[in-house]
């Protein structure tokens, strides 16, 4: 165990970081939303679009059309009016873009624009408290400029009514509360904990990313009432309070609607018109795809894609993945998809306490042992009962390993034990007039080059989960280069390696044994290539379709008893270890198959 880190609650901002130089009306209504949202949009700078978000958007950009310039106060003489104003306080460090001012001479009123609908009380139609603040910012900032401003007026699109709001003293006061915690949040640059049981949880669109009632059992008691908290740091903490209202909802939807492209033919070219990618043959046009219907590209080879299509998917948050030929993957794309620079810094950390390692890789050496073993319990035609209890011994040793050498042996030895089995898992390849590498059979693992088919077909399969598992680390804010369990080493994507070791058995493994035991692929599927065997270009498609198959299967979360895709699931499980990382939850929590 290294010297223990400090605490969530000791946490200085790290060095070097700086605040900018305003905080903006709207943080401020995030911030009384949540103020959890607040630092994952202006801390992190991480927004999620949903159906809400990009409807207000485009209400957004009917109001912001540009009136005429804002008379200086004194100025004007009778009513007037303009629109999308940015004017900001020096003195209380805020700043605001005001929708529509109305002013007569200079008694002005800021008028906001929500989508939406205003809040239904005893007493009438109110503003949202969140609204109300947000006002109260820009009517603050309205009066330090030399204006005179008592009220405002917040526009809710959905129903179209506007309600007034009075800047009574105790309004003002509450808003500058909630900026100075604002500020004080940010400068510490501590995550504050998710809403417990909230309704707002379910219309927040960041609620993917945060998984709030996820983090919350983690943080608190187990449904049988057990501790579960485990200090990050290696030292007993408080118990914290179970969810007010117990369990956890399911706020994730089971699968994504996206879906990731695979071009495979070698000579396409890829261009951009509008919001669809055109793949052109030569002159031919084969395929068009809308950039919103997808979640990556894959370019399997050598396949051409222009400066506009890349700028596009960049700008969507749809990354571009490169693979030779032969499916080794050489990379990948992405747009500036988080500005969370802190999570990377406390992986670069954590990265260098040789006590996190050994921790975290226990967990993970532990999980896939134990995922491996399902696997032969679950598929093989007669499962090895001595086998079965060797692998269970070295999943319960994997987790007090005291060294990563002595867990990259354990894993080593339990990956043959598991691999000796794998060809029970396998229903065909008994034909006997195929040349030996083409069969679907198995007596062990062989790559670089694999040397046959299901070999082959292994090693396809681990580049596919590794390029995703790379992709997903971007998209959560890691670097994935900087392992944990894989030591970091040069052209390695050590921490999409560390996450990839649970699922291997269970979405590459699986997709293998299903492709072959359905005779998706088959033996004609392969052709030799120096010593090694490859797919022909239709028994990859075949393969890739396999996989995806085995990504959008829907599977029980043991923890969270939700049902979800594989494809959810890593992500769930990176954000997880992002929670875990930061100090939020005690304990990693591998996944682990029933
Ligand atoms: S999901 Fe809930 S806790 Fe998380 S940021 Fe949104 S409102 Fe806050």
């Not at 040397?451 to 992709?471: E, H, Q, W």
Request: charged letters at 25%; a neutral charge.
């Amino acid at each position: 165990m290294g010297a223990p880190l400090p605490a969530e609650s000791e946490r200085e901002p790290a060095a070097g970081r700086t605040l900018p130089d305003y905080l903006p009306a709207r943080m401020v209504n995030e911030y009384v939303y949540c103020p959890r949202l607040f630092f994952y949009e202006w801390v992190e700078g991480i927004f999620v679009e949903s159906a809400d978000t990009i409807e207000g958007k485009q209400q957004h950009r009917r109001v912001d059309r540009e009136g005429a310039p804002m008379a200086a106060p004194g100025e004007a003489e009778g009513e007037w009016k303009t629109r999308s104003v940015t004017l900001s306080s020096e003195r209380h460090r805020l700043i605001a873009r005001i929708d529509l001012i109305e002013g007569e001479g200079r008694r002005v009123t800021p008028v906001d624009y929500k989508h939406g609908r205003p809040r239904e009380t005893a007493a009438g139609l109110e503003a949202w408290p969140s609204d109300r603040t947000q006002l109260a910012v820009q009517a603050l900032i309205l009066r330090e400029n030399g204006y005179e401003c008592d009220e405002g007026i917040v526009f809710y699109q959905e129903t179209r009514q506007r309600v007034r709001v009075a800047m009574t003293p105790e309004l003002v006061e509450e808003t500058l509360k909630a900026a100075r915690e604002a500020w004080e949040t940010a400068r510490r640059g501590v995550m504050p904990p998710p809403l417990a049981g909230s309704p707002k949880c379910p219309g927040c669109s960041l609620h993917p990313v945060c998984l709030p009632d996820e983090t919350n059992w983690l943080r608190g008691v187990g449904r049988d009432g057990d501790e579960r908290q485990l200090s990050l740091f290696g030292e007993p903490v408080p118990r914290k309070p179970a969810m007010s209202e117990g369990g956890v909802r399911r706020l994730v939807s089971a699968r994504t609607e996206l879906r990731p492209a695979y071009l495979d033919t070698q000579g396409l070219r890829v261009g951009r018109s509008g919001d669809v990618l055109v793949v052109k043959d030569e002159d031919k046009v084969v395929q068009e795809l809308r950039i919103h219907d997808l979640c990556q590209l894959n370019l399997m080879g050598n396949i051409q894609v222009t400066t506009q299509a890349v700028q596009a998917l960049c700008e969507e948050g749809v990354p571009v993945c490169y693979f030779s030929r032969g499916g080794w993957f050489y990379g990948v794309t992405t747009g500036l998809v988080t500005k969370n620079v802190f999570l990377r810094q406390m992986q670069f950390r954590l990265a260098a306490e040789p006590w996190f390692c050994l921790r975290l890789g226990r967990q993970l050496v532990a999980g896939k042992i134990r995922n491996q073993r399902t696997m032969i319990l679950r598929n093989h035609v007669e499962p090895d009962a001595r086998l079965l209890a060797e692998m269970k011994r070295m999943a319960e040793v994997a987790v007090r390993a005291k060294s990563l050498e002595e867990l990259l042996g354990l894993e080593g030895n339990a990956a043959r034990l598991y691999f000796e089995a794998f060809g029970g898992l396998i229903k065909t390849g008994e034909g006997t007039d195929v040349p030996k590498v083409f069969r679907l059979d198995f007596h062990g693992r062989n790559r670089r080059p694999p040397r046959d088919a299901v070999n082959a077909l292994l090693s396809l399969g681990y580049s596919l989960l590794a390029k995703d598992l790379t992709v997903t680390c971007y998209a959560v804010g890691f670097d994935p280069m900087m392992g944990f369990y894989h030591q970091p080493r040069f052209g390695r994507p050590a921490l999409a390696l560390d996450l990839m070791e649970p699922f291997r058995p269970l979405v590459v493994d699986s997709a293998v044994i299903q492709a072959i035991n359905t005779r998706m692929i088959t033996e004609k599927d392969f052709v030799q290539a120096g010593p090694a065997v490859v797919l022909k270009p239709e028994g990859r498609k075949a393969f890739y379709r396999a996989y995806e198959q085995r990504m959008d299967t829907l599977v029980t979360h043991p923890l969270f008893e939700y049902r979800v895709s594989y494809r959810r699931l890593l992500e769930i499980q990176a954000r997880l270890l992002a929670r875990y990382m930061e100090g939020e939850i005690g304990e990693y929590p591998v996944f682990v198959t029933r």
